[in-house]
């Protein structure tokens, strides 16, 4: 049980244009969802928080408005990354924490953008 | 925020060995996790296990929340044991949301 899948696994967009990437919870109901990325040798540094039905939370630095979350289900959250651009490229992982008593959050495959 | 600092930030070993890893936090948390992050870059949860002591096959964690520590032990390693092993909290915020802070890791080589 608690998978989270990922789609697409890699991408590869020009400049300008705008990538979807989909997180959906496989086997529960996610209440809330993450969204990290992860540069090279790097650790994984948090973008936004993404609850069920309300705006999502963004950490310092991160534009809302360039990199749009919409929480539409209990099971799908989706990372629109808008105008990308190369230093967009990253690897982006989505996780999702299924509420209740355990804090535990399962992590989904990750999405390797290459922006051009 | 809280912080989190993973030691050692490089490990080579030979295959068979027994390895410790350790992850030091700055405040209280109600999680801790222990990931293995695969060269395809998944991560693979390993332990949940914000107190306490768990074993799983050659696996085991043990945190101790009053000194602000986690370690890893990892027996009798393996090649496919290798890649890098992050150390995981959260702490409540305002918010409640529960945010993961990641180390910055442990990047295990096992050598055949």
């Known amino acids: 049980g608690a998978v989270v899948s990922q789609h697409p696994s890699r991408v590869i967009c020009k400049s300008g244009t705008s990538v979807k990437i989909e997180c959906r919870s496989l086997?529960?109901?996610?209440?809330?969802m993450f969204w990290y990325r992860q540069f090279p040798k790097q650790s994984l540094m948090l973008m936004a928080t993404?609850?069920?039905?309300?705006?999502?939370?963004?950490e310092q630095g991160v534009e809302k408005d360039k990199f749009l979350i919409n929480h539409a289900s209990l099971t799908l959250s989706t990372l629109t990354v808008t105008s990308a651009h190369p230093e967009d490229s990253s690897f982006y992982i989505c996780?999702?924490?299924?509420?209740?008593?355990?804090?535990?959050?399962?992590f989904g495959p990750g999405t390797r953008l290459t922006v051009t | 925020g809280i912080q989190v600092e993973q030691s050692p930030p490089d490990l080579i070993l030979q295959e068979g060995a027994n390895s410790t890893l350790r992850c030091n936090f700055s405040?209280?948390?109600?999680?801790l996790q222990w990931f293995h992050q695969n060269p395809w870059g998944q991560l693979i949860n390993l332990f949940y296990?914000?107190?306490g002591t768990k074993q799983n096959g050659r696996l085991s964690a043990t945190t101790v929340a009053t000194e602000r520590y986690s370690l890893l032990y990892i027996s009798s390693s393996q090649t496919t044991d290798s890649g890098v092993y992050f150390c995981?909290?959260?702490?409540?915020?305002?918010?409640?949301?529960?945010?993961?802070?990641f180390g910055q890791g442990t990047r295990l080589t096992i050598n055949p």
């Open positions: 296990i914000p107190s």
């Open positions: 996780s999702a924490r299924a509420g209740g008593g355990s804090y535990e959050q399962y």
């Open positions: 086997d529960f109901q996610a209440t809330t």
């Open positions: 405040d209280s948390v109600n999680n």
């Open positions: 995981a909290v959260s702490t409540p915020t305002l918010q409640g949301a529960q945010k993961l802070v």
């Open positions: 993404s609850n069920e039905g309300s705006k999502a939370t963004y």
